[in-house]
């Protein structure tokens, strides 16, 4: 398994760049989960022009980074604490094991989307979970007659996380030869002041002083009647 999630081409950067390649992968899994849910449901979404698809595109793209940062907050911390022991091999290690595990979570909820809005016509939000509390004893059958009613999400949902493990093995981080502390800590202090208000910037939709962070509200911007 190693060998398959290990295989072909891979590059070496420094441990801001590959933090930004990860977070980019992140970003194109959204996408082609975007395409996917689509390709699902086009009879939902008659007479969608080009330029249409493209205003979708666009909000979705602001929607996504929010929930990048959201779901990827924990990582990014790990990865910008201007400490040296982010190069640790123990401490790559854990930063791994969180970005599959909240991105995993964040792509099973993805999935169920595909068909959730057949049925409600809208987005899964965190009132679903009450709606499923409801069905009390009958969790674990619902289950089993969703993963074998639509197998083919399942199969969706593995071959995104096999996709996703196998571009963040891509890169491999490169430790600085000598660590100079009198510009190892200043410079890290300063980049990570800037990806932190990337981050509020990223949740709250822009940079206006105005904007609140951007919510299921924000969505009728970018579709048309």
Do not use: H
């Not at 993805?110 to 499923?132: A, H, K, M, Q």
Request: one cysteine or more; hydrophobic letters at 50%; a positive charge.
């Amino acid at each position: 398994m190693r060998k398959i999630f290990g295989a072909g081409r891979s590059f070496t950067a420094n441990i801001y760049i590959a933090l930004f390649y990860r977070l980019a992968i992140v970003i194109f899994s959204f996408t082609l989960s975007r395409f996917i849910f689509y390709a699902l449901n086009t009879t939902y979404f008659p007479g969608i022009s080009f330029s249409n698809w493209m205003n979708i595109l666009r909000g979705g793209l602001r929607f996504d980074i929010a929930a990048l940062f959201y779901v990827n907050g924990l990582f990014i911390l790990l990865f910008i604490l201007p400490l040296p022991i982010r190069y640790n091999l123990v401490y790559q290690k854990v930063a791994r094991i969180i970005f599959f595990v909240t991105n995993g979570i964040s792509f099973v909820i993805n999935c169920i989307d595909f068909i959730y809005f057949r049925f409600t016509l809208r987005r899964s939000t965190l009132d679903v979970l009450s709606e499923f509390s409801n069905e009390k004893g009958r969790g674990g059958s619902f289950v089993f007659s969703f993963l074998a009613d639509y197998w083919y999400v399942v199969l969706i949902y593995v071959l995104l996380m096999i996709l996703l493990i196998w571009l963040y093995n891509r890169v491999k981080i490169r430790k600085p030869s000598v660590i100079n502390p009198w510009v190892y800590y200043p410079s890290g202090i300063v980049l990570m002041a800037l990806i932190a208000a990337l981050m509020v910037g990223g949740i709250r939709g822009d940079f206006k002083y105005s904007t609140r962070p951007i919510t299921m509200s924000n969505a009728g911007e970018y579709v048309t009647n």
